[in-house]
């Protein structure tokens, strides 16, 4: 078992407070995590300008060097972890063990945060529109076309309130210390593993572990985080992102509602796509946003959910260690039963069927973690309940709805992919500001390309770009530097 | 460690011999008040003459129930001794309705004047000035604080806070009112630091954060603004955060008295720390005024040490009698200690604190 500690500012500080991290099989103590009280942060944020005058020491263009070395010492080094050592192997096992993801799926999340890190020279680049970095380094300068510019910082350090049951949204904030951007981290409590781990590599990569804080915790934490810090990232539901709504420094990233699209033009051939959709719905345990959650078409959707039903239907639970385990465990006890009940409550509506009856049961209980294995279900409405609905584990209800009526009833869609060559259709999608990722073509929604912002861009959030007016002399002085 | 076997038993018999007095008082009829002595009348036995120690109060007496304290008029509780004298009106708790009430003439100078004794004249000056940030009002602490502090030789500052307005802005979901209430109060109070020399301050924790939060964003600190010894009572101090408290506001510098208490017991003194205690705060009762017992809330039986159960207290003076009451806390039993040769409660927090979300506030 470990000891993990409060990191403040990259200093460990052993809390007298901890949280068990246990296996959600056996029961075993994995690690014990120091617990922050909100008072820590709030006077560690008076030294936050530290974190980025600590980095704004090192060239934008050395820090992502660094990230390189670090991805590289992320995937592949054995690091220091609290009061032991880490290996690649045991991160996964221990993800594994806490969050409910097969082990094969942690391994597979290390290698996106290390294809992340290792491009961060064009995923920066993207995410800047090509800006040169001394640009953002300095706050201001000439772009190539000769228009000055400026890009202030709005914070010297992003705050994130990370989940415990997704271990792929940690993407997010790799492009952050890059930036010039310091962190504090507030991790999810079954997941202290990816934190902990990215913070080794990036020091020991040669980031000033003054840039880092992770401050693990209960809910008032996460709530200090946001109070405190000036722009901050957070993970939640529905709600979260309602209260959220138009709070400028805070990034909401909410459940995803992620929908496969199927034109009038190209729905007579489905069967197509029937892998395509399958691995929408089933990939990486249908547990990120960007899985599918709802197939949309204007007919034949009784026979797409009965072959969806017959594709991922028949699934069963594996043990975590099994490379071909392809759900993940509710951790949480009661969780996947209170799920089941909202689900089952929603197929008593006329017009809702659930499509995945016939495979077995879903909900499998075991001692200490629960299953629900993936469930197709057919709504012959989008007014249904049903019809609009997202859950952590491969669910997707598959729905009738006219395609001109499409874009208005799908509601927000963090990725839809609209199979079509329908280009005027395609014009409406592109328009359509309730979809944020959009694919038109055969795309899985799963599929992302990682030089595309996710739910806006994170420069924008961090920096502003603002006037900057002084003599063309001084200009040219400090930018031919 | 020393033997701790012949001061526990003297501490106990002279609990025994307290608890035989104070209810001969409370249930003789040339002593005794209306309430215990109509009580005695129904209940069908003597206890002036059954009690014969502490033990026989807490296997013949129920529960005191809190109703009482609302439902009587106060003068059901005034002891033949005390009649006719004007008594204090002290409340408890009470954000909606009618709010426990206790009278009292002296106890609670009697409570303050003992609990002086044990502050180190270096952490809490004598002949200076103190100031208090806190629930004033109806309780009875505002008149012990300045008890407390004109006993030691100093005058005290006072600036109030009302928990009842605060726990109803927290219950209805306004935050933002609830820290603007809570602006003003520091306010008011770093106002005070500013301009007038103090060297102790009583507060809640969450308010003891906020004025040094206060004070270190205008470039000072606690210590500073003179402050040398701080009260903190009201609300649960975890290890963690009384180590937060000590470490980080206090700076290690400034005496820490944390303090357990309130209208129907008087104060508990606390065990001071060791590096042992790991931040751990433990309560000792000032018996034999008081005594608390650590219990199964199911069974009533005192837990082993150690244990999480339910805080009940027994109050033991002449001006008022209230046997086996349960707090709304829960705590964990602690063996008796050379100082404090009797039990302690440790780590206290409201009770149930672990299954369900208690309005604490700022208080």
Partial sequence: MLNIPVLRWGEPYESLETDEVIHHRTGEVLAKVGQANPGLLARDMRKANRAREALREIPIKDLIEIMKKAGDLYLNATLPLGDGEQSPDDFARQQSASTGLPEHMCKFNMEKNHFVLNNMDQIFDALTRGL???????????????????YQAQSPVLGMVLPSNSPGVHTLWMPVIPMQIGLVL???????WTPYRMFAAFTEAGVPKEAIGIYPGGGDMGAETVSRCGRVMIFGSTQTVKNYSGNEQVQVHGPGYSKILLGDDIVDQWEDYLDLMADSIFKNSGRGCINCSGVWASRHTEEIAEALAERVGPYEVKDPTDPEAGLAAFTVPGQAEAIWGMIEEGCQENGTTHVTEKHGARLEQLERCDYIRPTILHCDSPNLKMANTEYMFPFTTVVKCPQEQMIEKIGGTLVASAITHDEAWAAQLTDATNIDRLNIGAIPTIALNWLQPHEGSIVDFLFRARAYQTPDERLQRHCSR | MADLTQPIQEARAALDAH?????????????????????AKEAGWNPAEEIKCFDDIIAKFPHFQDEWLRDKQPEVW???????????????????????????????????SEFSDSLDDKEFPRDHYWLMVGPTGPRRL???????????????????????????????????????????????????????????????????????????????SLYEAGIRGVFCGGTTMDPQY?????????????????????????????????PEDKFSITYHAPQPRAALRVVNPDTDDLVEYEEWGRVELTTLTKEFFMPRFLERDEAIRRPPIELYPWDGVAEVRPFGAMQKKIVEGVY
């Fill in chain 1, 186 to 192: 507030k991790p999810g409590p079954q997941e202290p």
């Fill in chain 2, 142 to 220: 505002r008149l012990s604080i300045e008890h407390l502090a004109n006993v030691r030789g100093c005058s005290c500052y006072f600036v109030d806070l009302d928990p009842r307005w605060v726990k109803r802005l927290i219950a209805d979901k306004q935050f933002d009112q609830a820290k603007a209430y809570m602006e003003h109060v520091v306010d008011q109070a770093t106002t005070i630091m500013k301009h007038r020399e103090v060297s102790a301050l009583f507060t809640t924790p969450k308010l003891l954060e906020s004025i040094a939060e206060r004070l270190e964003d205008e470039g000072s």
């Fill in chain 1, 132 to 150: 040169d970095l001394e640009i953002l380094e300095r706050g201001f300068g000439v772009e190539e076309r000769g228009v000055p510019v400026s």
């Fill in chain 2, 19 to 39: 608890a035989v007095e104070i209810v001969k008082w409370h249930f003789s009829p040339e002593t005794g008040c209306p309430f215990w002595l109509d009580w």
């Fill in chain 2, 78 to 112: 005034v002891p033949q001794e005390f009649k006719g004298q004007p008594f204090n009106i002290f409340e408890t708790g009470g954000t909606t309705g009618m709010p426990k009430q206790r009278i009292g003439w002296n106890d609670y100078k009697v409570d303050y």
């Fill in chain 2, 242 to 274: 009384t180590r937060f408290l000590v470490e980080e506001l206090l700076e290690n510098k400034i005496g820490f008295k944390p303090t357990y208490g309130n209208t129907l017991m008087g104060l508990a003194k606390h065990k001071p720390f060791t």
